[in-house]
C-alpha cells in the first residue's frame, strides 16, 4: 500500500523553525517528485515547495522564499522541508503530496498524499 505520512508539525513562536518529514513506504521516492502543500481554515490549498525526482530542481513559492528548503535523502525514502523565521500566516496543515518525475505547483497534479500535519505560529 502506497503511503505518505508527515511528521515534524506543532506550535512554535513567530520567527522560530520547525522540520517537516515526509517519509513514504510501500514505494520508492526515486522517481517521484514531492511538493508540500498547506491549508489554512477558510483558504484553498497552496503549493508551498516541491523538489523533482531526479535533478534537484525545486520550487518555492514567494510567500516562503528565502525562509524555506525542501530537500530529499532517498536512501531514507524521505523528503524534508525547513522551515525558519515562521510567521503567524505560515499557520496551517501542510500535506506532503507525490507524483512521478516531473515538478507542478498545482495539487491536483500530484496523486498520493499524505495525511497532515498541523503547523501553528503564535505567541
Known amino acids: 500500500q502506497l503511503q505518505l505520512v508527515e511528521s515534524g508539525g506543532g506550535l512554535v513562536q513567530p520567527g522560530g523553525s520547525l522540520r517537516l518529514s515526509c517519509a513514504a513506504s510501500?514505494?520508492?521516492?526515486?522517481?517521484?517528485?514531492i511538493g508540500w502543500f498547506r491549508q489554512a481554515p477558510g483558504k484553498e490549498r497552496e503549493g508551498v515547495s516541491c523538489?523533482?525526482?531526479?535533478?534537484?530542481?525545486?520550487y518555492y513559492a514567494d510567500s516562503v522564499k528565502g525562509r524555506f528548503t525542501i530537500s530529499r535523502d532517498n536512501a531514507k525514502n524521505t523528503v524534508y522541508l525547513q522551515m525558519n523565521s515562521l510567521k503567524p500566516e505560515d499557520t496551517a496543515v501542510y500535506y506532503c503530496?507525490?507524483?512521478?518525475?516531473?515538478?507542478?505547483?498545482?495539487?491536483?497534479?500530484?496523486?498520493?498524499w499524505g495525511q497532515g500535519t498541523q503547523v501553528t505560529v503564535s505567541s
Open positions: 510501500g514505494f520508492t521516492l526515486d522517481y517521484y517528485a
Open positions: 523538489i523533482s525526482s531526479s535533478d534537484g530542481t525545486t
Open positions: 503530496a507525490a507524483r512521478l518525475f516531473a515538478i507542478r505547483v498545482v495539487a491536483a497534479d500530484y496523486d498520493y
